[in-house]
Each structure stands twice: as structure tokens, then as C-alpha cells.
């Protein structure tokens, strides 16, 4: 009887327990996420594992099913956040804390991701042949004074296609095609490169403008060769014009579907949605918190004062797939004289 009552007493003692532990599949650099993981176990005595996973993270998790050790997703952009779900490698979580400091255009409305820091997508302006003011709405980017001025990245890259599903839920399919044929016939060349590539060619004389997330000036101003091209160029911050503001993407979290830990997986979301989280993580890259308690840095907030477009990500991402067909139905990718 003893040995019974003691087992029974062992096991109500280690069942919360678990495993004291929180694994976490990161798309982004461990070196941009360590702070938050020094601080979240300083906070809570939870172990972190991070595995670096940069490709074909949900793939990983399909196959690893119901075995997978991980608890938490990181990645970036509202396409991977929105894919994930739609795999069913995710789960709701719910809490009042994850609620009360994400708004809620930046969550799902089902609670299986929730925003932790947005990226303004803008135009990079050549300082010295775009005056300020010059650039106005996303809109106006077809306009034929931008005529063999702009430089992109390809329309196919899930940040294009963010803001081409952005322009559909303001504007409509249609208008949409027809301003994204004239942002085609005003390109300076076919778009190559990453955000960063358009800049340097800003630098070079080859564009006046180009669209790029905003935490790239971050990143160029901390190398030493690209801060030639990031000094260059000013951010303008155009909106649309039905008078929503800027359109914001956002780095992101989720818990995994299968997540072991689901407690300490819990206390780690909330944590990343804390305001000293949200502070610590916008300044490792150079990103806007989505908390509104929070500040970005100085730095950052130095680069423009902007109003963040309201509409829903959730929406914005069920037009990608409408978004990629436009791409292709334009040819966007394709030579900028060429007919599309
Ligand atoms: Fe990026």
C-alpha cells in the first residue's frame, strides 16, 4: 500500500514537469534569435533547441509527423506562415497574452500563427535624382514618369507576390493586372537579384527607384561595402490610394501541430510577444515591433514615420495564388519591352 501511494504521489509530482524544454525549427539565423532565447530561459528556467532550418520546413515536418520533436515554428513572411497552416503542421494557441499583443491583422484569425515584428515593403530613392515627396502611392509606381526607372527583384519572390495580393484586396483582380503591367513597362530591366541588388543598382546609375523590405537598410548599413549603396538611397513609404497605409509583412511564429511541449511551447509565444521580447527582437533585425507598447530603435525609427495598411495578412495571403497568376499572365519576369 506504501509503495502504491508513493508511485501515485511520483507520478502527480512529474506529470507537469515534462521535459523542461522548448524545440523550435528557425528559418531565420541563430545569431538573430539567441538574445530572445538567452532571455526567454533567463525569464522562465525553459531549455531552448534551435534547429536551422532555411529550406523546406514544412516538407520536414510532414515527414517527421507525429514523431517530430518540434514545438515551434520562427519563420518569416505571411506566404510560409499561411503554407504552414494550410499543411496542417500547425495547431491553434490560444491565449489572452498572444491576443492582447498581436493586433489582429497580424494573427491568424484561428490562432495558428501570430506576427511578431512587421517589415514596411517601400521604395529605395536614389537621394540624389528623386526628390522627396516625389514618391506617392504604390499606384503611381505605373505611372509612365517612373518610365525605365525602376528596378525589382522577381515578381515570383513571395514578397512581390505579399504586396501584389495586398494591391488585389484594395484595388481588385483586374486593376491589379493592368497596374502591374505598367509597373513592367517601367522597368529599367528584367527583374534579377534580391532586395539588396536594387539598391546597389540605385548606387550604380541603373535605376532611380526600386521596392525593398526596410530592415535591408539595416543590413547594407552594417557592411562595410553595401553602406556605400544604403547611403545612396532614402526610404520613401508610399500607400495606397484608397488611403490605407503602408503594406507590412511580418516575421512570425506557430506552434507545430505535433508540438511535445506544448506548455513550454505556450510560455515561449508569449514571451516572444512580451514587451521586452518584441524590443529585443525588432532590434536584432532591425524590424518594427507588432506589439504597439513596444518601440523599434532608433535607428529604425529614423528611417520615416509611417502609417502600416490595417488589412488583414490572413486575406492578403489567400490572394497569392491570384497573385502568382498575374505575374505570369503579365510576364513579368520577362524583358521590360516585351508584350505581356
Ligand atoms: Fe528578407
Known amino acids: 500500500m506504501r509503495l502504491t501511494a508513493l508511485a501515485v504521489a511520483l507520478t502527480a509530482l512529474s506529470a507537469p514537469a515534462l521535459a523542461d524544454e522548448v524545440n523550435i525549427y528557425s528559418y531565420r539565423q541563430p545569431e538573430l534569435i539567441q538574445p530572445l532565447l538567452d532571455g526567454f530561459t533567463e525569464q522562465t528556467g525553459i531549455k531552448t533547441n534551435v534547429a536551422f532550418v532555411d529550406k523546406g520546413l514544412v516538407d520536414r515536418l510532414k515527414a517527421e509527423g507525429a514523431r517530430s520533436p518540434a514545438d515551434i515554428i520562427l519563420t518569416v513572411d505571411i506566404s510560409r506562415l499561411s503554407t504552414a497552416k494550410e499543411a496542417g503542421v500547425t495547431q491553434s494557441a490560444e491565449s489572452e497574452v498572444l491576443a492582447g499583443n498581436v493586433p489582429e491583422n497580424l494573427r491568424d484569425p484561428d490562432g495558428h500563427w501570430f506576427g511578431l515584428t512587421t517589415r514596411a515593403r517601400i521604395v529605395y530613392a536614389a537621394k540624389d535624382r528623386v526628390a522627396p515627396g516625389e514618391v506617392t502611392t504604390y499606384e503611381d509606381l505605373a505611372a509612365p514618369k517612373w518610365k525605365g526607372r525602376i528596378c525589382t527583384r522577381s515578381g515570383t519572390h513571395v514578397y512581390t507576390l505579399g504586396l501584389i495580393g495586398a494591391m488585389i484586396a484594395h484595388n481588385g483582380v483586374e486593376a491589379t493586372e493592368t497596374w502591374l503591367k505598367g509597373v513592367k513597362a517601367n522597368l529599367a530591366r528584367a527583374p534579377e537579384g534580391n532586395d539588396r541588388a536594387q539598391v546597389k543598382a540605385i548606387w550604380a546609375g541603373e535605376c532611380d527607384i526600386s521596392l525593398g523590405n526596410t530592415y535591408y537598410m539595416g543590413a547594407m548599413l552594417d557592411d562595410p561595402e553595401q553602406a556605400e549603396w544604403a547611403n545612396a538611397v532614402r526610404l520613401d513609404f508610399p500607400t495606397f490610394e484608397d488611403g490605407a497605409g503602408t503594406h507590412v509583412n511580418i516575421s512570425g511564429v506557430a506552434m507545430t501541430a505535433s508540438a511535445p511541449n506544448r506548455e513550454q511551447a505556450l510560455a515561449f509565444m508569449e514571451y516572444l ?68
Open 273 to 340: 510577444a512580451s514587451d521586452v521580447a518584441q524590443a529585443i527582437y525588432a532590434a536584432e533585425v532591425s524590424e518594427y515591433p507588432v506589439s504597439p507598447t513596444a518601440s523599434a530603435t532608433v535607428r529604425v525609427a529614423g528611417w520615416g514615420n509611417f502609417t502600416a495598411d490595417t488589412e488583414s495578412l490572413a486575406a492578403i495571403a489567400a490572394n497569392r495564388a491570384e497573385a502568382l497568376r498575374l505575374v505570369e499572365r503579365v510576364d513579368f519576369d520577362g524583358a521590360p519591352g516585351s508584350g505581356g
